[in-house]
């Protein structure tokens, strides 16, 4: 028998603290709901999907920002002195991590609960540390729906940390709106360091830890930019620099430690946000994302559903110890796995295509 559709199951009793009244009632359910969506029983996960179903409706209305930079170079510190003054100017925020060392290790670089103290204690903040089971694809999958439980329970900043390690930074910039990488002020010195991809990924870039060697932060701040330009502007041909209806990538100075700066890139954020909305780029994104989403879930459905079939399983060692001694072709290792795949699942039409 088929499992009921998400969208067929009654309202999850989560669903109604959720988008209730912030407070410690709401708090709990967000806990409670992250925890479930993270399960990896198929009970559970059917609930999740409820959920989920439940919830989408209230959701979308945060701005999605996406920080990242190695361990050290001051994302909590920088997150602290951002939420703190967000909270004050009377939004909420939320704080998630996607740490891919968590993953392997069960440690994690990014660290528990005493990073952002003060930030973590108010009530109008919400900070969840990352998952710490799974592949970084299930990790970043968690992580965004996590997203959507904050963003049902009102929070209209949500803020997706990661390091720079393990492609967690692609993962991220794929579920934000807006990109930013923090740097330390050396890294114009040695601009190979920066993996060309990543930087080609950001919306913004920060060069904390300013208030340390100001020379080298300007002189980081002038390289960087200066790098930006010729990786062509996210792919956009270089007479894209003079058009003001489209975002260019920015680099700006900070210390963290300080506070100083942190006005200036909510200043960047906010009028990030305006342009992309006004030249319609925000929402497109926003579709691209969830169709990204959908087909990288049917993937890896796909994936675990092939490994689990009977003919596969029964193929898979034979097959992968020739591919191994060099007697098989991956690609032709491939194709056969498929059609026993495919003959598992309609046996029918196997026999057709082996009469035929
Ligand atoms: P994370 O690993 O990226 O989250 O980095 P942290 O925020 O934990 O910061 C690492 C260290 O750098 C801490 O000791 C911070 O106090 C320090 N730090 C963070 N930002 C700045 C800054 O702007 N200037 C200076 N001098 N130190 C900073």
């Known amino acids: 028998m088929n499992a009921p559709l998400p969208s067929d199951l009654p309202e999850h009793p989560l669903a109604a603290a959720l988008l209730g009244e912030p407070g410690p009632a709401q708090r709990r359910a967000m806990a409670k709901a992250i925890t479930l969506l993270e399960s990896t029983r198929a009970d559970h996960r059917v609930q999740?999907?409820?959920?989920?179903?439940?919830?989408?409706?209230?959701?979308?209305?945060?701005?999605?920002?996406?920080?990242?930079?190695?361990?050290?170079?001051?994302?909590?510190?920088?997150?602290?002195?951002?939420?703190?003054?967000?909270?004050?100017?009377?939004?909420?925020?939320?704080?998630?991590?996607?740490?891919?060392?968590?993953?392997?290790?069960?440690?994690?670089?990014?660290?528990?609960?005493?990073?952002?103290?003060?930030?973590?204690?108010?009530?109008?903040?919400?900070?969840?540390?990352?998952?710490?089971?799974?592949?970084?694809?299930?990790?970043?999958?968690?992580?965004?729906?996590?997203?959507?439980?904050?963003?049902?329970?009102?929070?209209?900043?949500?803020?997706?940390?990661?390091?720079?390690?393990?492609?967690?930074?692609?993962?991220?910039?794929?579920?934000?709106?807006?990109?930013c990488l923090l740097q330390l002020p050396n890294a114009g010195d040695d601009l190979q360091a920066i993996k060309k991809g990543v930087m080609e990924l950001a919306d913004l870039v920060v060069i904390n830890k300013a208030d340390l060697d100001d020379a080298a932060a300007t002189r980081a701040q002038a390289q960087i930019t200066s790098s930006l330009r010729l990786y062509g502007l996210h792919g956009r041909p270089d007479h894209a620099h003079h058009d003001t209806a489209i975002w260019h990538p920015r680099v700006?100075?900070?210390?963290?430690?300080?506070?100083?700066?942190?006005?200036?890139?909510?200043?960047?954020?906010?009028?990030?946000?305006?342009?992309?909305?006004?030249?319609?780029?925000?929402?497109?994104?926003?579709?691209?994302?969830a169709l990204a989403w959908m087909w990288e879930r049917i993937q890896s459905g796909l994936k675990q559903q092939f490994k689990a079939a009977p003919a596969v399983r029964g193929a898979l060692e034979d097959i992968t110890a020739r591919v191994l001694g060099g007697q098989l072709a991956a690609s032709t290792a491939a194709r056969e796995l498929l059609a026993k795949f495919s003959g598992d699942r309609n046996p029918e039409d196997s026999k057709d295509q082996r009469h035929a």
């Open 48 to 179: 999740a999907d409820a959920l989920l179903t439940g919830l989408l409706p209230h959701t979308g209305r945060s701005l999605r920002l996406g920080i990242s930079g190695v361990p050290g170079v001051g994302k909590s510190t920088f997150i602290e002195a951002l939420g703190l003054d967000l909270i004050a100017r009377g939004h909420r925020v939320a704080v998630l991590a996607v740490d891919p060392s968590s993953t392997v290790s069960g440690g994690s670089i990014l660290g528990d609960k005493t990073r952002m103290e003060r930030l973590s204690m108010d009530p109008r903040a919400y900070i969840r540390p990352s998952p710490s089971s799974g592949t970084l694809g299930g990790v970043a999958e968690k992580t965004r729906e996590a997203m959507l439980v904050c963003e049902a329970a009102g929070h209209d900043i949500v803020i997706v940390e990661t390091v720079g390690v393990g492609q967690s930074e692609t993962a991220v910039a794929g579920m934000t709106d807006m990109y």
């Open 252 to 289: 700006m100075r900070m210390s963290a430690l300080k506070g100083e700066g942190v006005d200036a890139f909510w200043r960047a954020v906010t009028e990030f946000q305006a342009l992309q909305q006004a030249n319609g780029a925000f929402e497109e994104k926003r579709q691209q994302q």
